[in-house]
């Protein structure tokens, strides 16, 4: 009888522990709106994939096959600085600064450029396994994603992988275009929704939710044409925000719901 109680408690025990740790309900991250300061007109061919601001100049990447490139532009003006097209196959993706090197990921073609910042031209190449999405440059190092929940970090470098880490909540996001932002954070846009993440890159945890769905109506806009290029303005609590093929980038602050 005493052997039979005994294995009842356990039971319940186990059955606790295990009910605690699957059958718990994910804690909601606070959510956030969109405050409109001002917009600007953008180039409705790029099929924007990445956006970064280093002083007065705004680098922005785009893709498709045979219509990939980076540019660079002045913030204040627009005018064009400098530009260097991809060829065919090459994929455009995600850009950052690191340093003296403006890496540009591409989507499938698992290779990494690394170019000039000034002039744009490709000073080399980095292999790398999967597919390229967003990046970002963050306390010495390189964050990238893949499509997935998880980011990887890399050499700012070699761009050799060095880590990685997943979102402890919201496991059906696919993590696309990043933004370091000056507080540390990790700025996401969560394809192919209108939704941007607020990320913890040390411990994964998911800070905010943002909904930019209003910014351009999606009957103005196809399936294609997704929210995708975020870059805080240095210096400010403002944000620049494109998406592929939209005639408008909005320059804009987070707010609570």
């Not at 002045?74 to 600085?81: F, I, R, V």
């Not at 990494?112 to 190092?141: I, M, N, Q, S």
């Not at 040390?202 to 294609?224: C, K, N, Y």
Request: proline share 6%; charged share 20%; hydrophobic share 40%.
């Amino acid at each position: 009888m005493k052997r039979n109680r005994r294995s009842l408690a356990i039971g319940v025990l186990v059955g606790l522990v295990i009910w605690s740790g699957c059958g718990a309900a994910e804690e909601p991250s606070p959510t956030m709106n969109i405050e409109v300061v001002a917009t600007r007109s953008h180039d409705p061919r790029a099929f924007t994939q990445g956006l970064e601001i280093h002083g007065e100049v705004l680098y922005e990447g785009t893709g498709l096959s045979g219509a990939s490139s980076v540019r660079a532009t002045n913030l204040s003006t627009g005018a064009e600085l400098a530009r260097a097209d991809l060829p065919a196959p090459f994929f455009g993706e995600g850009i950052t600064l690191a340093g003296d090197t403006l890496w540009q990921l591409t989507w499938q073609n698992h290779i990494a450029f690394a170019r000039d910042p000034h002039t744009l031209a490709e000073v080399g190449r980095a292999p790398y396994e999967g597919e390229g999405w967003g990046l970002c440059t963050r306390a010495g190092r390189l964050v990238m994603s893949n499509g997935t929940d998880t980011l990887t970090f890399r050499d700012p470098v070699t761009f050799a992988p060095t880590g990685s880490i997943r979102l402890t909540s919201n496991h059906n996001a696919r993590l696309n275009e990043l933004d370091c932002a000056e507080d540390g954070s990790v700025y996401a846009n969560d394809w192919p929704s209108d939704r941007i993440l607020r990320i913890d890159p040390d411990s994964g945890q998911v800070l905010a939710v943002i909904d930019a769905g209003a910014l351009l109506p999606h009957l103005t806009r196809t399936s294609e044409d997704t929210l995708n290029g975020i870059a805080q303005i240095p210096g400010t609590d403002r944000f620049l925000l494109a998406g592929k093929n939209w005639p408008t980038t909005f320059e804009v602050r987070f707010v609570p719901a």
